[in-house]
């Protein structure tokens, strides 16, 4: 996860990145970058893979691949640096000149910053990307990616859908043969939790009191997300968020709070050890269940469901948050490098096959609106049920901000409303109006 102290440093490092490059790659770049071909008309590429061994090992086979059938192109995949994050990694190698052709694990946000500072280029403006889109069927997921200039700077690699997981075993006791979807029968299945079992939890999560910003994904975002019907919540430099949807986002959390449904200290293992009966779940903890919790069974003892909605909300119009990042183009790169780069991503994606194989390898579902539906992944997610709901929702799931500021915004959501509240300090009403007075004070 970034950190903020990572990302004061973006300003000052693209300011000398850009005096010391002028972002040669939109002009030319006639320099010290020069690898778009030479004697032996061979373009070299440098790809940064995100510093997982299971990512770095698919690019690596695809690269591979893909120089064997273009002797013209070479392909170089090695880790991004990522001390003390890989946005620094990054910001660093643009400032001193290094960076990559290419890189993955950029996520909306970040890529943000990046754009506004002229460091990545528009993918949308490269031929062939409408077929690219075409042939990975992505065009609903991509989206809602479109940046406020109305570009694409970011291919969305793979989407968690984020989905709350339910001890199903639980809430058979009490009653119940599916989880609840709107705040009224949530709260009322908490109260009938803390009546049987006084010591349990709906949810545990000890950031619903910290003002991580990243955490916002996984708590505000997920309900927000839901209640607005994907309303966007900042758009170029405007707060455009849906303010009824926000405020009863924010009464839903006092709500669980007042109830004493939350559990918001340090706890191990609240969900599988049934402390608590919710919980926010994203599909790269199934790994993790397998080796240290094999009990944790789907459709036994847990279940999955999109985010609840308010009572006023139709369910099934729910829309939750996309943990997702994607590739980028950098600047940087000459024009034929960064052309070679983009051909080498269209090929990648004009296999479905491909797809298939990173699903296995790294769990993460590809960014594909079809997922669920082509039969490229149909034997996979048979044979792993657990992930299909993930498979599904990818259309229903909603990027992070797209804003040079999101570090900011995010950190005055937990600051002046979402903390607040949990902590019984603020209304729903004023938490949100603090919020917004706070967040267009950044934007301006």
């Keep these: 996860m970034k950190k903020k102290g990572v990302t004061k440093l973006i300003a000052a490092l693209l300011a000398v990145a850009l005096v010391g490059t002028g972002c040669q790659g939109q002009d030319g770049n006639e320099g010290k970058n020069d690898k778009g ?37 070479k392909i170089k995949v090695s ?15 643009i400032a001193s000149g290094h960076a990559p052709v290419i890189s993955e694990n950029i996520s909306r946000g970040f890529a943000a910053q990046l754009a506004a500072n002229h460091a990545i280029v528009p993918l949308d403006e490269f031929k062939g990307f409408d077929e690219l889109i075409s042939k990975r069927q ?7 990616w479109k940046f406020a200039d109305n570009h694409q700077y970011v291919l969305p690699v793979y989407s968690n859908a984020m989905l709350f997981g339910w001890r199903m075993d639980v809430l058979k006791e009490l009653g119940y043969n599916a989880p609840p979807k709107t705040y009224s029968e949530v709260i009322e299945l908490g109260k009938k939790l803390k ?9 545990a999560r000890a950031d619903l009191v910290q003002p991580t910003w990243w955490a916002r994904w996984f708590d505000f975002f997920m309900l927000y997300n839901a209640a607005s019907n994907g309303n966007s919540f900042v758009k170029g430099n405007k707060f455009v968020a849906d303010d009824e949807a926000g405020v009863k986002t924010l009464q839903f959390f006092h709500d669980l709070s007042k109830n004493d449904l939350l559990l918001t200290r340090k706890a191990t293992d609240p969900f599988e050890n049934a402390t608590a009966i919710m919980v926010d779940l994203g599909p790269w903890t199934f790994p993790y269940w397998a080796e240290k919790f094999p009990e944790m069974k789907f459709n036994q003892n847990y279940v999955l469901s999109l985010p609840p909605v308010p009572d006023d909300v139709d369910p099934k119009n729910a ?42 390898q790294t769990n993460l579902p590809p960014a594909r609106d079809d997922l669920s539906t082509n039969k490229a992944f149909a034997s996979y997610l048979a044979a792993n049920p657990q992930l299909k709901q993930y498979a599904e929702n990818i259309p229903n799931a909603i990027p992070p901000v797209d804003n040079e500021k999101v570090v900011d915004i995010q950190e005055l959501i937990g600051k002046e409303a979402l903390n607040p509240v949990v ?17 267009n004070g950044v934007l301006k």
């Design 37 to 73: 071909g030479g004697a032996n008309n061979v373009v070299e590429v440098d790809f940064w893979a995100a510093p997982n061994p299971t990512q770095q090992a698919f690019w690596k086979k695809m690269a591979d691949n893909y120089m064997n059938e273009h002797k013209n192109v």
């Design 79 to 93: 880790p991004m640096p990522e001390s003390p994050s890989s946005e620094a990694g990054i910001q660093s190698a």
């Design 138 to 144: 992505m065009k609903e997921t991509i989206a809602k």
């Design 195 to 203: 009546k049987k079992y006084p010591d349990k939890f709906l949810w």
């Design 319 to 360: 829309k939750t948050f996309a943990d997702t990042k994607g590739l980028v183009i950098y600047a940087s790169a000459t024009k034929e490098q960064q052309q070679a780069a983009f051909d080498f991503v269209k090929w990648v994606y004009s296999d479905a096959n491909n797809d298939l194989a990173w699903f296995k």
């Design 423 to 439: 902590k019984g300090q603020k209304t729903a009403e004023k938490a949100w109006k603090d919020m917004k007075n706070a967040i």
